[in-house]
């Protein structure tokens, strides 16, 4: 069953932080890949961050590098992206997402705004 739930999204101002949880089902927590997209109206939508299986490693779009931090809880079946220094182009729907290739994009969660006020 494929399950992505995200939470924690919300409002901040710039310079503050946020932390997304995407609680996910055991059959997508065991994917190749998860990661977070996000997309602002009008614009194209963007992969954040992505983290690999296997001891693949994380990797970060350059503008989030530094600032935002991907991470997982296998306990929990958990994805997380903790988010600091944040600026009002961070504003956007952001989604949890997980794949069986890089590409980590098969299965998407309902999304969580974030809106980061100047």
């Known amino acids: 069953q494929v399950q992505l739930v995200e939470s924690g999204g919300g409002s901040v101002q710039a310079g503050g932080s946020l932390r997304l949880s995407c609680a996910a089902s055991?059959?997508?927590?065991?994917?190749?890949?998860m990661g977070w997209f996000r997309q602002a109206p009008g614009k194209e939508r963007e992969k954040v961050a992505t983290i690999y299986a296997g001891g693949g490693g994380a990797a970060y779009a350059g503008s989030v590098k530094g600032r935002f931090t991907i991470s997982q809880d296998n306990a929990k079946k958990t994805l997380y992206l903790q988010m600091n220094s944040l600026k009002p182009e961070d504003t956007a729907m952001y989604y949890c997402?997980?794949?069986?290739?890089?590409?980590?994009?098969?299965?998407w969660g309902q999304g969580t705004q974030v809106t980061v006020s100047s």
């Open positions: 997402t997980a794949a069986w290739s890089r590409s980590c994009d098969q299965y």
């Open positions: 055991e059959y997508t927590y065991r994917t190749y890949c």
